[in-house]
């Protein structure tokens, strides 16, 4: 069965830095391009960020970018995203897919507040 597992978030005080991973179970995590939305409270979810299969990576989010840094390591099947200096526009639910896929975590809350 497939399954990711989102873990790392918590709550930090603003200028604070998390690092969230997911970890996938059940598919060839080499052969998917992966991603990171986010969701915040009355808001709609959001792409912030994408690791291709080679390595590259895109993030979509002008308040994120030299914030927000994703990776992957192939070995541990794991998507990582490096959150620094966060802000508490950056409250969520952090979500991870395989793009291409159905296939969904259930979400890291990161909550960033003084």
């Known amino acids: 069965q497939v399954q990711l597992v989102e873990s790392g978030g918590g709550l930090v005080q603003p200028g604070g830095s998390l690092r969230l991973s997911c970890a996938v179970f059940?598919?060839?995590?080499?052969?998917?391009?992966m991603s990171w939305y986010r969701q915040a409270p009355g808001k709609e979810r959001e792409l912030v960020a994408t690791?291709?299969?080679?390595?590259?990576?895109?993030v979509y989010i002008d308040s994120v970018k030299g914030r927000f840094t994703i990776s992957r390591d192939n070995v541990k099947n794991t998507v990582y995203l490096q959150m620094n200096n966060l802000k508490p526009e950056d409250t969520a639910v952090y979500y991870c897919?395989?793009?291409?896929?159905?296939?969904w975590g259930q979400g890291t809350q990161v909550t960033v507040s003084s």
């Open positions: 897919t395989a793009r291409r896929s159905s296939y």
């Open positions: 059940g598919l060839a995590f080499s052969l998917y391009d």
């Open positions: 690791i291709t299969t080679a390595g590259g990576s895109f």
